[in-house]
């Protein structure tokens, strides 16, 4: 085999852990090292810093991602760059990436350039073992489930209605449904089988919606896992593994220390996909970073349609949490590709393209309005962007008033988000605005999703399944109405049709099914032809890993 051997060395222009920590005023004792370049936060920590005041919270958003990249985590990591060079004591929470894209088609989740965070490799991969954790806690449940069903099922539970799934932080088509039980009677009770990619999985949705280990554990019990065969549901509490779960999950409860290249500090913890879930690093993070600096920058999934909008709608709201503004992140090439330019042309001058393609950043910035906080957008600037192209851009959105910054991250680090670093810092020195949320808790469940699928993706109405009906009124009996609406859509498009770029016109949402995240008090809504657990591209990126 021809494999590249991988070599410690290549740290060796990292600072150590430890000393990234003094940054913000923690020292060993404060710390679970994991090797030389990351390292755990002791829960104690919260009690250290609980008198100081909250870091302002700084949402990074996007466009509808394209293959020309838009560059969130780049610009996330650039911005703490760039403040920090202003002398601000700025800190950064990103999500833990999945294996399944890493290895399968988007690559890693560290930035890239200038603006990367590390040890890279270690956080696309092992990391401190926060994924496995996950994966061992969930499969865990499913095992303990089958056992109590072939051990004489006294929660006399239907095993064909049963809701939790196995679990697998790779990408495997061939796991989506499968049958298990096969063979001799001592193999276990045959039923069907439907994985989901861990970060898909509800324990992930707790971890990073639970406010600490009590809420974390409490919620956990709360997961809805089966019914009875006469119709009643059965939760996870009733099986007794509390403490095994726990056990499993103690560490993985606390956030993840890593800086970035120019040696700054960032907050790795959790990571829901924003297509099939919540799309936000922890809320446990959140509040050890919003003590450990004064400006907090996060970033949520995919585009605002996904990500922001749950980060507002659910994760705000659920931790009251109060953003100052937000970033949204486009280039000229995606604007492009949106304006009907094909992917290999993008570094041919097209005026007219980008021009049409810019009614996809003016959606977003218009849905994003919706929930009054202040917008500054950002362009992520190439080298083959044409001056005219930049100077059409720029007309674009003064004539809108749209403030806005162009950004060098990737090229120059830091420096090269210095005008994007002022641009927050004004936005900052401003009254700070209360959030607005598109739907009331209090909704039926048929408007919440309405409310978000006309005003965040500005479609002509909603198509519901016989299915999805018949899952409302489940919702309605478990008393469960009142729970947050997550909702399930590619990310390739406002619509729930992934072919459909820019800003299609006179669509409907399609919804096929909908499920309860009990623990995570949250209700699902697949729409179109969503998928839980992706399957790999024709040409891996595990092939030239």
Same mark, same amino acid.
């Given at each position: 085999?021809?494999?590249?051997?991988?070599?410690?060395?290549?740290?060796? !222009?990292?600072?150590?852990?430890?000393?990234?920590?003094?940054?913000?005023?923690?020292?060993? %004792?404060?710390?679970?090292?994991?090797?030389?370049?990351?390292?755990?936060?002791?829960?104690?920590?919260?009690?250290?810093?609980?008198?100081?005041?909250?870091?302002?919270?700084?949402?990074?958003?996007?466009?509808?991602?394209?293959? /020309?990249?838009? #560059?969130?985590?780049?610009?996330?990591?650039?911005?703490?760059?760039?403040?920090?060079?202003?002398?601000?004591?700025?800190?950064?929470?990103?999500?833990?990436?999945?294996?399944?894209?890493?290895? #399968?088609?988007?690559? #890693?989740?560290?930035?890239?350039?200038?603006?990367?965070?590390?040890?890279?490799? &270690?956080?696309?991969?092992?990391?401190?073992?926060?994924?496995?954790?996950?994966?061992?806690?969930?499969?865990?449940?499913?095992?303990?489930?089958?056992?109590?069903?072939?051990?004489?099922?006294?929660?006399?539970?239907?095993?064909?209605?049963?809701?939790?799934?196995?679990?697998?932080?790779?990408?495997?088509?061939?796991?989506?449904?499968?049958?298990?039980?096969?063979?001799?009677?001592?193999?276990?009770?045959?039923?069907?089988?439907?994985?989901?990619?861990?970060?898909?999985?509800?324990?992930?949705?707790?971890?990073?919606?639970?406010? &600490?280990?009590?809420?974390?554990? %409490?919620?956990?019990?709360?997961?809805?896992? /089966?019914?009875?065969?006469?119709?009643?549901?059965?939760?996870?509490?009733?099986?007794?593994?509390?403490?095994?779960?726990?056990?499993?999950?103690?560490?993985?409860?606390?956030?993840?220390?890593?800086?970035?290249?120019?040696?700054?500090?960032? *907050?790795?913890?959790?990571?829901?996909?924003?297509?099939?879930?919540?799309?936000?690093?922890?809320?446990?993070?959140?509040?050890?970073?919003?003590?450990?600096?004064?400006?907090?920058?996060?970033?949520?999934?995919?585009?605002?349609?996904?990500?922001?909008?749950?980060?507002?709608?659910?994760?705000?709201?659920?931790?009251? *949490?109060?953003?100052?503004?937000?970033?949204?992140?486009?280039?000229?090439?995606?604007?492009?590709?949106? #304006?009907?330019?094909?992917?290999?042309?993008?570094?041919?001058?097209?005026?007219?393209?980008?021009?049409?393609?810019?009614?996809?950043?003016?959606?977003?910035?218009?849905?994003?309005?919706?929930?009054?906080?202040?917008?500054?957008?950002?362009?992520?600037?190439? &080298?083959?962007?044409?001056?005219?192209?930049?100077?059409?851009?720029?007309?674009?959105?003064?004539?809108?008033?749209?403030?806005? /910054?162009?950004?060098?991250?990737?090229?120059?680090?830091?420096?090269?988000?210095?005008?994007?670093?002022?641009?927050?810092?004004?936005? *900052?020195?401003?009254?700070?605005?209360?959030?607005?949320?598109?739907?009331?808790?209090?909704?039926?469940?048929?408007?919440?999703?309405?409310?978000?699928?006309?005003?965040?993706?500005?479609?002509?109405?909603?198509?519901?399944?016989?299915?999805?009906?018949?899952?409302?009124?489940?919702?309605?009996?478990?008393?469960?109405?009142?729970?947050?609406?997550?909702?399930?859509?590619?990310?390739?498009?406002?619509?729930?049709?992934?072919?459909?770029?820019?800003?299609?016109? &006179?669509?409907?949402?399609?919804?096929?099914?909908?499920?309860?995240? !009990?623990?995570?008090?949250?209700?699902?809504?697949?729409?179109?032809?969503?998928?839980?657990?992706?399957?790999?591209?024709?040409?891996?990126?595990?092939?030239?890993?």
């Amino acid at each position: 085999m021809n494999y590249k051997k991988y070599s410690y060395n290549e740290c060796d !222009n990292l600072i150590k852990i430890k000393d990234i920590a003094k940054k913000i005023n923690l020292n060993e %004792e404060d710390l679970i090292f994991y090797g030389e370049y990351k390292a755990k936060i002791k829960e104690e920590v919260l009690d250290k810093f609980k008198s100081k005041k909250d870091a302002s919270l700084i949402l990074v958003s996007a466009i509808t991602p394209t293959k /020309a990249g838009e #560059g969130k985590t780049t610009t996330s990591i650039a911005l703490v760059d760039g403040l920090n060079l202003l002398n601000k004591k700025a800190i950064a929470l990103l999500r833990e990436p999945s294996m399944g894209p890493t290895f #399968g088609l988007k690559g #890693g989740a560290c930035g890239g350039g200038k603006v990367k965070i590390e040890p890279e490799t &270690d956080i696309n991969l092992h990391f401190t073992g926060d994924m496995h954790a996950l994966t061992s806690s969930i499969n865990l449940i499913s095992a303990v489930i089958d056992n109590s069903i072939y051990q004489g099922n006294p929660l006399n539970i239907d095993k064909d209605r049963i809701l939790w799934q196995r679990a697998l932080d790779v990408n495997d088509r061939e796991l989506r449904e499968v049958e298990i039980g096969l063979g001799a009677k001592i193999n276990g009770i045959k039923r069907t089988e439907h994985f989901v990619i861990t970060v898909a999985s509800e324990l992930m949705a707790i971890l990073c919606i639970a406010k &600490d280990q009590d809420d974390f554990m %409490e919620r956990v019990g709360n997961i809805l896992v /089966a019914y009875t065969l006469d119709g009643k549901p059965v939760y996870l509490k009733e099986f007794n593994i509390d403490n095994a779960i726990y056990m499993l999950m103690k560490d993985a409860l606390l956030p993840n220390l890593v800086q970035t290249l120019e040696g700054n500090p960032v *907050l790795v913890h959790g990571g829901p996909f924003a297509n099939i879930a919540h799309g936000c690093a922890s809320l446990i993070g959140t509040r050890y970073a919003s003590k450990l600096g004064d400006i907090l920058i996060e970033e949520a999934g995919f585009g605002s349609d996904l990500g922001a909008e749950k980060f507002l709608d659910i994760k705000c709201r659920e931790g009251n *949490l109060k953003p100052k503004m937000v970033v949204l992140v486009a280039t000229i090439r995606a604007l492009k590709l949106h #304006g009907g330019q094909e992917f290999d042309d993008l570094n041919v001058k097209n005026v007219d393209a980008l021009i049409k393609g810019s009614a996809n950043l003016f959606k977003h910035y218009e849905s994003l309005s919706k929930f009054n906080l202040p917008i500054v957008v950002a362009i992520n600037h190439f &080298d083959s962007d044409d001056e005219e192209e930049i100077k059409t851009l720029e007309r674009l959105l003064k004539e809108r008033n749209i403030k806005f /910054a162009f950004l060098d991250g990737f090229i120059k680090g830091g420096e090269g988000a210095i005008d994007l670093a002022n641009k927050v810092l004004e936005v *900052l020195d401003t009254k700070e605005k209360e959030v607005k949320y598109i739907y009331d808790l209090s909704d039926d469940v048929e408007n919440k999703i309405r409310k978000i699928t006309k005003e965040i993706y500005g479609a002509k109405d909603v198509k519901f399944s016989p299915l999805a009906l018949e899952k409302i009124e489940e919702i309605k009996k478990l008393n469960a109405s009142d729970y947050y609406i997550c909702m399930a859509k590619t990310p390739n498009s406002l619509s729930d049709d992934p072919k459909l770029l820019n800003v299609p016109a &006179d669509f409907d949402i399609n919804i096929k099914d909908i499920y309860v995240s !009990n623990g995570a008090r949250f209700i699902v809504v697949l729409t179109g032809n969503i998928l839980t657990m992706p399957g790999l591209p024709k040409n891996p990126r595990a092939v030239n890993f």
